[in-house]
């Protein structure tokens, strides 16, 4: 008769636990095989977060009710945002506002203390300019959470100051002060915003704009392989927290608003976008870290780009350019060879597309080519 020993005990517990650690291994292994990391990269303003937005619609499940409702929250801030950067520069552009001196409001006051045509104001009733009321409004902007809708005294102010010929002047400038492009976007419906009942829906969730801080991950999945996309903060202070924690990943998606050409930085008023864009795209394109990644090149916010050819010229900020300043064709072709000609290794091969981020159907049309793109690279670096 055989009896078993402690040890041969502690053994069979050794084996099982190394067979249940290699079955550990060799799902992980799968899982990875399967697995696509992406990295989002650009400066700040270039659209990264908007194609997160878009990767969600597309490829999960879309904004639930609860999460739309902290969005029309962030759209109110960033109405009231837009319009104390816009006051702000009217002051430093020397620009008045165009509404008449005389024109008065008793805001917030019973209709009974007014006064009716032909009589004599009331000595007790203090008349308030319009604009000056409603600037008050704005730079003390209320708070509001999720669940409440657009607080509704604010519309007079935003609908009255829109009209002002000063605001609309001003606004004309915006690039030259970081006015961010969706309030036109707002203003096209802006009573819709206000209703009672607003949810926000897909594209106004693609206009606004949440500032990226830290490291953002979206998971999502396209035919076999799941993807993993990470939004990194833009701005200059967050680059070096994300430069080096991305080893050659399957691909870097580096995004431009070309349309940025003639902007200055938000954290730099004597900065351009696009000369920034072109500085960390060498920085990226050239780097020890990405060496085995595929490089795609979004250059984005087309339509932007296209309007505002004809009133901003780019040999004003660019004088190396001398083709038709009208044709958006020949313009495109000068930024595509500008981030070309700026990548040292002549065997990584940079992919380039010209997107709107904020267009789903031309978006999910160009993420088929990356990861067609990405497989082949994939191809390549096992032949290699």
């Not at 009231?80 to 009217?90: D, S």
């Not at 087309?302 to 009133?311: P, R, T």
Request: charged fraction near 25%.
């Amino acid at each position: 008769m055989c009896f078993s020993t402690p040890g041969d005990e502690e053994h069979k517990r050794d084996l099982a636990r190394t067979r249940e650690i290699d079955g550990m291994i060799r799902r992980d292994e799968k899982k990875k095989a399967n697995e696509v990391k992406l990295l989002l990269l650009g400066a700040g303003e270039s659209g990264k977060s908007t194609v997160l937005k878009q990767m969600k619609l597309i490829y999960a499940t879309g904004f639930s009710k609860a999460e739309r409702e902290d969005w029309r929250a962030i759209i109110f801030s960033n109405i009231n945002n837009a319009y104390k950067v816009v006051l702000e520069a009217m002051e430093e552009l020397g620009i008045a506002m165009a509404r008449p001196e005389n024109q008065v409001s008793r805001l917030g006051l019973p209709s009974s203390t007014g006064c009716r045509a032909g009589s004599s104001p009331d000595p007790n009733v203090r008349l308030i300019p319009v604009p000056q009321q409603y600037i008050s409004l704005i730079n003390n902007e209320r708070d509001i959470n999720s669940t409440d809708s657009l607080p509704v005294e604010y519309l007079p102010a935003f609908k009255s100051l829109w009209t002002d010929a000063g605001i609309q002047q001003t606004m004309i400038k915006g690039n030259e002060f970081a006015l961010h492009d969706n309030l036109t976007y707002f203003f096209a419906d802006i009573d819709r915003l206000f209703a009672k009942d607003y949810l926000p829906n897909d594209q106004d969730i693609l206009r606004s704009r949440l500032r990226t801080t830290g490291i953002t991950e979206t998971v999502f999945e396209i035919a076999a392989l799941t993807y993993r996309m990470f939004d990194v903060g833009g701005q200059r202070s967050e680059r070096k927290k994300w430069i080096h924690c991305f080893e050659n990943v399957q691909g870097l998606m580096f995004l431009v608003a070309i349309s940025g050409y003639d902007q200055c930085l938000v954290e730099d008023k004597d900065g351009n976008q696009m000369q920034e864009a072109l500085m960390l795209f060498e920085s990226i394109a050239n780097s020890q870290w990405f060496t085995k990644s595929a490089l795609v090149l979004f250059l984005n916010k087309m339509d932007l780009f296209v309007n505002k050819l004809v009133s901003s010229p780019i040999p004003k900020y660019f004088p190396d350019y001398t083709g038709d300043s009208t044709s958006s064709r020949v313009a495109c072709k000068f930024f595509e060879d500008k981030f070309r000609g700026l990548n040292r290794n002549p065997s990584k091969e940079i992919y380039v597309h010209f997107t709107n981020a904020t267009d789903t159907n031309l978006l999910k049309l160009t993420m088929g080519s990356v990861q067609d793109m990405i497989i082949q690279n994939n191809l390549h670096q096992l032949i290699l």
